[in-house]
């Protein structure tokens, strides 16, 4: 429907929450941090965890924990917006941006359009290039001073926080270049391709 | 990676959804039975999204699991009144037979489960995480052939068991399905369930043999969903067997 009609006896609460700059369309503040995850949390070893880049059958470059912390890290405050419809105002993070991995791996250029994140568990999610580039995606260890907790997606998660929260996929092991889009997990399950709060692209179709 | 029929191109619209009906389930729950004209039909364990308008234009969205079976005309939402919760307040406070909210849906598909999944089905629920979970237990009744299911049920207190007679009638209608509730703060005298917290145990006597291969569902608040689900992995169950779905704040970072 165009105009949403007038929800009878619900009284407005606009006072109460952040300025609209602040709050993707259906979102709300909240002070608690909540997990949504598809299956049980994996619980992963430093000595054990490793990160790939890889293009079709290649590796591109891996990072094990000590060569992925010896990587220029940087902190990153920023708000946070799940298609649940929470948002987590001033969160603060801490990893190495895309562009940082790219040039690790001697790469001046993304050698494909997108991006397939594989994470631990088999959980994917598929990003654009342009989606992650110019410090817009990073992967991050640290979480308000402290290692990310297992159940928040540490060791390390996908962090890419302009798009809805399930891109910033938990437990990452291996980013996959193709060049073409396919869809990961959730995409795959009715929800949005990219999947951006401002323009409410919450499922497929929106 | 995701073979699933309600992964489909079509466009999810608002629609406009009547209250038929409003059941009080507990002292903190109500169930809203809606009417959504020309609903296209849902699995059990998929949720709807609904919308709220204020008179200045100020919205409130919100999704709650469908408890309904799809064979059931009207759309269950089980809702638990928030102390701080603007959404559920209202519709525990305000909402009357007869009003209408936004409502679209049905959403998610991946916690869902018919029997094309597959059998046994394992279910684990803590407080209101039992809503999709009894869309599946009130969607496997009405199949004729449907194979063993078990939920193990997790309340702070008798009275605040949701669907309690619904469920005991269900397991005195069909011995193949185990209703098990664990009460964790107050037990009444002459009570037979367990009466702690779930633990490595309880689900080691609840629960199906690993080799049986059920199909595990845990909906509750996030400490509850990774206690269980933590267990149900030490205890030789397939994690990739284990669907899970958590609400709440996890209670640290």
């Given at each position: ?36 995850s598809a299956g049980?949390?994996p619980?992963i070893r430093l000595d054990d965890w490793s990160l790939t880049l890889q293009y079709e059958g290649t590796v591109l470059d891996s990072w094990n924990w000590t060569q992925f912390e010896a990587l220029p890290q940087v902190?990153i405050?920023t708000?946070i ?12 993070w801490e990893g190495v941006t895309f562009d940082e991995l790219l040039r690790a791996a001697g790469l001046r250029e993304a050698p494909a359009p997108y991006v397939m994140a594989h994470c631990e568990g088999g959980y994917t999610t598929n990003l654009a290039v342009d989606d992650l580039l110019d410090g817009k995606g990073a992967v991050v260890t640290r979480y308000?001073?402290?290692p990310i907790?297992p159940?928040h997606g540490g060791p390390a998660r996908f962090f890419v926080p302009h798009l809805y929260f399930w891109k910033s996929a938990k437990w990452l092991r291996r980013l996959s270049f193709m060049e073409t889009n396919k869809a990961g997990f959730w995409e795959s399950?009715?929800y949005h391709i990219r999947g951006d ?10 | 990676m995701i ?251």
């Amino acid at each position: 429907m165009a105009e949403s009609p007038v929800t009878r006896g619900f009284r407005s609460n606009r006072q109460g929450q952040a300025p609209s700059n602040r709050l993707p369309p259906g979102q709300y503040v909240t002070r608690d941090f909540p997990v949504l995850s598809a299956g049980p949390t994996p619980h992963i070893r430093l000595d054990d965890w490793s990160l790939t880049l890889q293009y079709e059958g290649t590796v591109l470059d891996s990072w094990n924990w000590t060569q992925f912390e010896a990587l220029p890290q940087v902190s990153i405050t920023t708000d946070i917006h799940c298609v649940t419809k929470w948002s987590k105002l001033d969160t603060i993070w801490e990893g190495v941006t895309f562009d940082e991995l790219l040039r690790a791996a001697g790469l001046r250029e993304a050698p494909a359009p997108y991006v397939m994140a594989h994470c631990e568990g088999g959980y994917t999610t598929n990003l654009a290039v342009d989606d992650l580039l110019d410090g817009k995606g990073a992967v991050v260890t640290r979480y308000a001073g402290s290692p990310i907790e297992p159940v928040h997606g540490g060791p390390a998660r996908f962090f890419v926080p302009h798009l809805y929260f399930w891109k910033s996929a938990k437990w990452l092991r291996r980013l996959s270049f193709m060049e073409t889009n396919k869809a990961g997990f959730w995409e795959s399950a009715g929800y949005h391709i990219r999947g951006d709060p401002w323009k409410e692209e919450r499922y497929d179709g929106d | 990676m995701i073979d699933d029929p309600t992964a489909s191109a079509r466009r999810l619209g608002w629609q406009l959804a009547e209250v038929r009906d409003i059941v009080v389930e507990t002292p903190r729950v109500k169930t809203f039975l809606m009417r959504v004209a020309g609903w296209p039909g849902h699995l059990p364990g998929q949720h709807v999204d609904i919308r709220l308008t204020a008179d200045d234009g100020y919205q409130a969205q919100r999704s709650y699991s469908i408890a309904s079976p799809p064979e059931d005309e009207l759309i269950a939402l089980t809702v638990v009144r928030l102390d701080d919760g603007e959404v559920s307040a209202y519709l525990h406070g305000e909402l009357r037979r007869g009003d209408h909210f936004e409502l679209r849906g049905p959403i998610g598909g991946y916690f869902v489960w018919s029997l094309s999944v597959g059998t046994p089905l394992q279910l684990i629920g803590g407080g209101s995480g039992v809503a999709p979970l009894m869309a599946m237990l009130r969607h496997r009744e009405r199949r004729d052939e449907h194979g063993a299911a078990m939920l193990l049920y997790s309340s702070r207190s008798v009275e605040e068991i949701i669907y309690r007679e619904e469920f005991e009638a269900m397991a005195r209608r069909d011995r193949d399905v185990r209703i098990i509730n664990t009460v964790t703060s107050r037990q009444p005298d002459g009570w037979r369930g367990y009466g702690r917290r779930i633990d490595k145990a309880m689900l080691a006597e609840s629960c199906f043999p690993p080799k049986a291969s059920p199909r595990s569902f845990i909906c509750g608040p996030t400490p509850f969903v990774e206690n269980a689900a933590t267990l149900l992995v030490e205890l030789g169950h397939d994690p990739l067997s284990i669907k899970t779905e958590r609400f709440g704040p996890t209670g640290s970072t």
